[in-house]
């Protein structure tokens, strides 16, 4: 006879809101739309003629990544009930901290 098991013992870690929310599969037309937009700035600054005016791609760049982070939160506050602006600001830290480090070092070394 298999083993049921008891409710006490069933702990979710999203219930105590402990958990990040759940990962959705990635957007590719938008991760596409936020990398032209990276590739415009970078081609204007690069002084392609034709790409003249790479403030279009930081404005398209902003908006992407303002859908990204509005669609986090939200996310966080159907899981969670609540939203922690320490805990969104944390993950931030330890997804870029370590690529920032890594340039500063070899800047620095380069130097």
Same mark, same amino acid.
């Given at each position: ?6 409710? !006490? ?22 991760? $596409? ?5 990276? $590739? ?35 996310? !966080? ?31 620095? $070394? $380069?130097?």
């Amino acid at each position: 006879m298999p083993r049921v098991k008891s409710p !006490e013992r069933h702990h979710s870690p999203a219930a105590d809101g402990c958990a990040p929310p759940p990962r959705h599969t990635p957007r590719l037309d938008i991760q $596409g739309l936020r990398a032209v937009a990276v $590739g415009l700035v970078v081609l204007s600054h690069a002084g392609v003629s034709r790409v003249a005016g790479g403030y279009v791609g930081v404005g398209v760049f902003f908006v992407v990544s303002g859908f990204f982070i509005t669609s986090l939160l939200l996310r !966080e506050l159907a899981a969670t009930g609540r939203v922690s602006l320490r805990d969104f600001y944390a993950r931030r830290a330890l997804r870029l901290l370590p690529a920032s480090s890594l340039v500063t070092a070899v800047t620095l $070394g $380069g130097a």
